[in-house]
Every structure is written in C-alpha cells, then in structure tokens.
C-alpha cells in the first residue's frame, strides 16, 4: 500500500458503518451514533438487524437499551443486511465480527474477519478508511491490506487502519465513551487524520492516544489480556499454595495489593476467569508465538490457562467436600451461570463448567442467573434451572457461589438458611461476608481460606484495592 498517497479529502464528521453488530460492533454503533456521527450497522444475521432496527439490544448489557432508543430517535443509526450500501455510506467502516477459537486448534478463526474486508473492499468506489477492531494475531493486518488491494476495483481509494478495542462487559457504554486510551495502528497520515475525525469528541476530552503501526497495534489487546489473565492465575496460583499451608489468600492479596508496583487490581483470587476474550485470546497468542518461532517467549501462558482450569476442579472439590466425600443424588444450589456479573454471556463460563461437573458426578443440580439462564439452556441443556433464586437453594445440601451477582452478594444468610436443607456454602467467588454466614450457622468455604477461619481482618480501603 502506498503510505504516502491521499485518497481524497477529510470529512470533518466522517460517516462511518460498523460490519458485525454482535456485542462489540452494536455497542461501538451505539455509541458513535450517541456522540452525534451518522452511523449504518451492517450484519449478514436478518434477526439481529431487525431486533437492533426494533430498538431491541439482542444480549444484555447495561445502559445499552436506553441509549439506542435514545440515538434511534435521532435518526443518526440505521441498520442493514447490504455491503453495497454500506460501502456507498462509509467514509469510516470499522470491522468488528468475531474472532473465535478454531474447532481442534488453539488459533484463532479468522474467516468472518476476511469475508468482511474483502466483501466490503470489492464494493467500495469512493475514498474509504476500513479498520479492523476485531482481535487478531500479529500480522493478520497485513495479510489483510494485501487482501484488500487484490479485491478492491480501486485501490488507490482504499486503505486499512486497526483500532483495537477495550470494552469490559458490563461497562462497555462507558470503556466506549470513554476509554482509557485509544489505540490507532495506521499506514498513512490520511489514514491517522481519518481516525481521529472519527473519535473527535473523544480526543477532544483528552482522552490518551497511541500512534503506531499495524503490528504493534495488533499486539496491544491481546498483550493486556494475557497481562490480565496471568494476574488472576498468579493470584489463583497463590490461592493452591494457601490452601496447602493453611494460610488465607484474602489477607495475602490484600497486603500485595499496597505495593504501587502491584496493585489490586485483578488481584482478586476465586474461580477464574471465562467469556470470550481472555481464555480465546492467551491461546491463540501462544499459538502465533510458536508460528513465529517465539513460542518459548509466552510458554507461561500455557500454566496460566492451565491454573485457570484448576480453579473450577477444586472448587468442585470443595462442594463435595461439604456434602460428605460425595455430590451423589445431593440436591446443590449453582448460583450463576453468566462468565461475570451485569452480563449475559456464558462463553466458557467457569459457573456452567462447574455446574456440569457437578451433574457428571451424579449431583442434583439446579442453576439460578439473573440474565443468563435463556443462553445458558440453550448451551448447556443437561443442566435443570430454576425460575427464583429462593427456589433454585430451596431443600439445597450445599450452595455454591459461582458468579458474583448482586442479588447474591447482597442475599441475607438467615433468610436462606430457612430455605436450604443443609447451611453449607462455597464462596467460589470471594464475595460473601464469610463471618456474616458463619453466624448463621453455615460451613462455609472459599478458595485459598482455611476452614476454620472466624474474621477476616480486611480493612474497607483494602477491599477497595483488591478488584477484578
């Protein structure tokens, strides 16, 4: 690609379509609509456009729904099925389908992500900047520029940028709004210029932007995950060391997380992290450094996805330990199945894992979530749900905390020890006041506790630093 050409002028507001409106591209749509640009979300799926056309969010995310019908009003959002209109719309088209892990590999499938470049490229006849926010192994950018220039009847008009993205579910309005940094990996000054005509009201706030070319680029997202993922096995690895020794993994965390080089943030031990980014993305990271003959370079990541899976064995160990030695027709009380709170998403989900372990081992088990149940049926169909948190722990013999939701955080030990068959809980999540339900009358349990632990000495400020 020539860096040095222009393919034609800046729109001080350029238009902009997002290809993908799954939980990323509907969010960035959103978003960008709310911020006053003129936006075409653009999917293959019929079903998504119209529920998304409908005003209708097709997964959970908080603020979301409010904030589409907000922008729908406007008529600053359109949604479509069409490539050709989308390339006639677009002077910003950013890329934002999915990147899953490949059936019997750990490499990431990418043929959603080149179906849409080139689909788009071969369409395009006028000046248009097309940016891939999807994750990606190192190098894809490239292969894809290529691609691109191959496809497309006018090249010369046609250039390719990356902008990763950071979104945290459950806050993505807001990490879209307003991110901590922005990331643009650009071949050309038309392309940088481009980019921030697109975020204008984002830099304008002052929010921290990177420059940098489209490797580098591509490398951020999938080096902070894998940053992020081995601080929750590091901790989780402590977790097992704790258990062995007798010492509280709490307490541990909490004085690591005064040290400024450390921080409590993801310092947060329990049962390991899921969905899907971090699991997907630490894989196919592992995998490309071997392609590249660097594998040696991240073979930790192996341990850490690997101290991840252990979480979700032991605590199932611990659930069998309250009920006797064995889960066998004993009835257990799942709470959760969603990957995080404030999500719907149950992409390799330890709460469903565990619940389906559970079940192997001849276990009754029942599983509660607020958002989650409708995908985790359709998942997971072995598994019986019930419709109430009370009547998912009724007549339980152990009850087990596997996604940290409010309504269970905040649920009140006496009350549902009138409903329980047995008061036996494991915290798999860190989450519950240990000597609260300790008061009354519950065996209680967590990952990397002592048994026999009665308080747990941890200032207010201290559980402040140490989060997820």
């Known amino acids: 690609m020539n860096t040095t050409a222009t393919p034609g002028p800046v729109p001080a507001r350029p238009k902009l379509t997002v290809i993908g409106t799954g939980y990323l591209g509907a969010t960035h749509a959103v978003a960008m609509a709310s911020l006053g640009y003129d936006v075409l979300g653009v999917d293959v799926d019929q079903s998504k456009i119209d529920k998304l056309a409908s005003g209708e969010v097709p997964f959970f995310e908080p603020g979301l729904p409010e904030l589409l019908q907000e922008v729908m009003a406007t008529g600053k959002l359109r949604f479509t099925t069409s490539f050709d209109e989308a390339a006639e719309f677009g002077d910003v088209h950013f890329i934002c389908v999915g990147t899953p892990q490949l059936h019997g590999?750990?490499?990431?499938?990418?043929?959603?992500?080149?179906?849409?470049?080139?689909?788009?490229?071969?369409?395009?006849?006028?000046?248009?900047?097309?940016?891939?926010?999807?994750?990606?192994?190192?190098?894809?950018?490239?292969?894809?520029?290529?691609?691109?220039?191959?496809?497309?009847?006018?090249?010369?008009?046609?250039q390719l940028a990356w902008n990763p993205e950071f979104l945290r579910e459950g806050y993505a309005v807001q990490d879209t709004l307003r991110p901590d940094r922005l990331v643009f990996g650009v071949q050309s000054e038309w392309a940088e210029e481009m980019l921030r005509a697109a975020f204008a009201p984002i830099l304008e706030v002052g929010t921290p932007l990177v420059v940098a070319d489209l490797r580098t680029a591509e490398l951020v997202k999938v080096a902070a995950n894998s940053f992020l993922a081995t601080k929750i096995s590091y901790i989780n690895a402590m977790a097992e060391v704790c258990e062995a020794t007798g010492a509280d993994v709490n307490l541990l965390a909490s004085a690591l997380s005064y040290d400024d080089r450390i921080g409590g943030r993801f310092l947060k031990p329990g049962l390991g992290f899921g969905g899907g980014c971090l699991p997907k993305d630490i894989r196919a990271f592992a995998h490309r450094a071997e392609e590249l003959g660097v594998g040696q370079a991240v073979a930790f990541l192996h341990e850490v996805d690997a101290i991840n899976a252990r979480r979700r064995m032991r605590t199932v160990d611990l659930v069998r330990e309250l009920a006797g030695g064995s889960v066998k027709g004993k009835r257990?009380?799942?709470?959760?199945?969603?990957?995080?709170?404030?999500?719907?998403?149950?992409?390799?989900?330890?709460?469903l894992d565990v619940a389906d372990m559970l079940r192997a081992e001849s276990a009754d088990v029942v599983v509660y979530d607020?958002?989650?149940?409708?995908?985790?049926?359709?998942?997971?169909?072995?598994?019986?749900?019930?419709?109430?948190?009370?009547?998912?722990?009724?007549?339980?013999?152990?009850?087990?905390?596997?996604?940290?939701?409010?309504?269970?955080?905040?649920?009140?030990p006496e009350m549902m020890g009138e409903l329980v068959a047995h008061k036996a809980i494991v915290d798999g999540r860190h989450a519950l006041d240990a000597t609260a339900y300790r008061a009354a009358g519950w065996e209680y349990r967590a990952l990397g506790r002592p048994a026999d632990v009665k308080t747990v000495r941890l200032s207010e400020d201290a559980k402040d630093k140490v989060t997820v």
């Open 105 to 158: 590999s750990h490499a990431a499938n990418l043929e959603y992500v080149e179906s849409a470049f080139t689909t788009l490229a071969s369409k395009i006849t006028t000046p248009a900047l097309l940016v891939g926010k999807s994750t990606v192994p190192v190098g894809t950018a490239a292969r894809l520029t290529d691609m691109v220039q191959m496809t497309s009847p006018n090249p010369d008009l046609v």
């Open 370 to 412: 607020p958002e989650a149940m409708k995908n985790a049926a359709k998942a997971y169909p072995q598994l019986t749900y019930a419709e109430t948190f009370s009547q998912a722990i009724k007549g339980a013999e152990v009850v087990v905390l596997l996604t940290e939701w409010d309504q269970f955080r905040n649920a009140d």
């Open 332 to 351: 257990i009380a799942c709470l959760g199945a969603a990957f995080k709170p404030n999500s719907d998403d149950i992409r390799d989900a330890p709460a």
